[in-house]
DNA sequence: AAGGTGCGCAACCGCCGGAGG
DNA sequence: GCCTCCGGCGGTTGCGCACCT
């Protein structure tokens, strides 16, 4: 049984020491306790409807995992295979939460996860991804074979967040735009602030060179797909980006294509644009130069060089409708790429 | 040597959505 | 449509280590 260290940090940790603490056998329960529990206990006390937990957690073992443990499960999983958590949770005779299985087997016990550090390439890619879906950290890890989501995840908070930090001295600088520099910086060396936004500019939603509210970001993804593809094959953007993601490990064909998207600011910001009805509340920059262009329309008086049967509502809805067809064709252009990278390219003839 | 501090990362939590009754 | 179960996800926590003073 392999019991090396998930990932040798720059310390040396003696992993062994670690995860398997001399007190293992006395769980750290005690001091696990979690503010969410009490908010649930706290919540039942009040008679407030509220999930029932995955497992009694009472008695429950909780802390690091021990040899033995990991022993048990992997055997359990080797004849029963994986899945069914609970029933590994109570069949298996590890004291242990459904949960806390499947979360030892997928991030530390199964076979096929990629041990060691994260090399350039994958930090890249990870890079990159982040870029174009936020931290949707399990789709990232899909791309990743070997890596897990908890695992880049960690990576990303750790070493990428401090990288990506480093670039930027201006703390006010959007952090999507210091991985731009992030990435130009791993490219060529230089750092390119052209990206910078000005950080008193509006900005709106969008997942590279825009700022994003996490809890907008899927409805915004949902609402882009909704109107870039409206005169094509609908492809959902999720579904896209999910597949995306999903592909056979090792295709490096698919690798290096998704590698060499160019999430610059003009694909992003043409993204960005069409987010400007969806996301009500935050300007983009693109919008805001629409909205330039439509208020000098409207200082210019569209109705005096308009056929007088065309209102000035119809001329802004021209125009928009100009400005959206230039953002979309190079939008297109970019899924097509993606589509193609998904074989899905009959799709978006 | 001893105490303080920062960091990495394993593991926890709540929330969510799909499946099934 | 409602409820429960289950698995999955992303955010957060805190232990243990290495480094610093």
Redesign the pocket.
Known sequence: MHLI???????????L???Y????ST???Q??????????ERERERGK???????E?QG??????SAEEDAVLINYVKIHG???????AQNSGLN?????C???W???LKPDIKRGDITEDEEDLIIRLHCL??????????RLPGR????I???W???LA?KLGSFSSQSRVKKSNREQELLQYRNDGSINNSNQVNADQPSGPGMCGISIL?QEE?HCLEEKSMGLVSNSRSIDNQDLFSSLLVRDAGDEDHLSFLMSIDVDKDFMMGVAGLDSQSCPGDRTANEENNYKIFGDLDNNNLASSSPSNITSDDQVVKVESEVMCDQQSSLHLELKKLASFLDLEDEWI
């Not at 260290?5 to 992993?15: A, G, I, Q, S």
């Not at 603490?21 to 293992?24: A, D, E, H, T």
């Not at 994986?82 to 590994?88: A, I, L, N, Q, Y």
């Not at 897990?148 to 695992?151: A, I, R």
Request: glycine share 6%; aromatic share 10%.
């Open positions: 260290k998930f990932k040798p940090c720059l310390k040396t940790t003696n992993y020491e670690s995860t603490p001399p007190n293992c769980p750290l329960s001091t696990f306790r979690r503010e969410g529990g009490r908010k649930r409807m509220v999930r029932r937990p995955c497992c957690k429950m073992n909780k802390g690091p995992w994986e899945g069914k958590w609970r029933s590994v242990r939460c459904a949960k806390s499947r979360l030892r997928l991030n530390y879906l936020g931290n949707r950290w399990a789709l990232i890890a899909g897990t989501d908890n695992e995840k960690n990576y908070n750790t070493t401090k996490p899927k």
